[in-house]
């Protein structure tokens, strides 16, 4: 199980911490994506770090803004959201993915968990 939290309303230029805990497995073992999904529109892949080493990838319009990271010792992954804009407004989701360890992606149909995902608003 995947349990995301630390959304709400900010205002722009505002930051927030979004966190993804896992119980019932070790998320270390798991590459974790997140995503997004705007009012109206599909859902995309935003930032996501693969299994063991740690690579991370970003989309091009959070580069620079945001930071995905991992506590094992919490089982933990956390998506650091700073410098938001409105266009950043959404429900983030995180995701993760069996053993992905050189690389990681945002084909859903790969992730093996989902959480129920976390409001964000950005808005004055």
């Known amino acids: 199980q995947l349990v995301e939290s630390g959304g709400g309303l900010v205002q722009p230029g505002g930051s927030l911490r979004l966190s993804c805990v896992a119980s019932?497995?070790?998320?270390?073992?798991?590459?974790v994506g997140w995503f997004r999904q705007a009012p109206g529109k599909e859902r995309e892949g935003v930032s996501c770090?693969?299994?063991?080493?740690?690579?991370?990838n970003y989309t091009d319009s959070v580069k620079g803004r945001f930071t995905i990271s991992r506590d094992n010792a919490k089982n933990t992954v956390y998506l650091q959201v700073n410098s938001l804009k409105p266009e950043d407004t959404g429900v983030y989701y995180c995701?993760?993915?069996?053993?992905?360890?050189?690389?990681?992606?945002?084909?859903?149909?790969?992730?093996?968990?989902w959480g129920q995902g976390t409001q964000v608003t950005v808005s004055s």
């Open positions: 995701a993760a993915e069996r053993d992905r360890r050189r690389s990681c992606q945002w084909y859903e149909p790969d992730y093996d968990y």
């Open positions: 019932g497995f070790i998320l270390d073992y798991y590459a």
């Open positions: 770090i693969s299994s063991v080493i740690g690579v991370t």
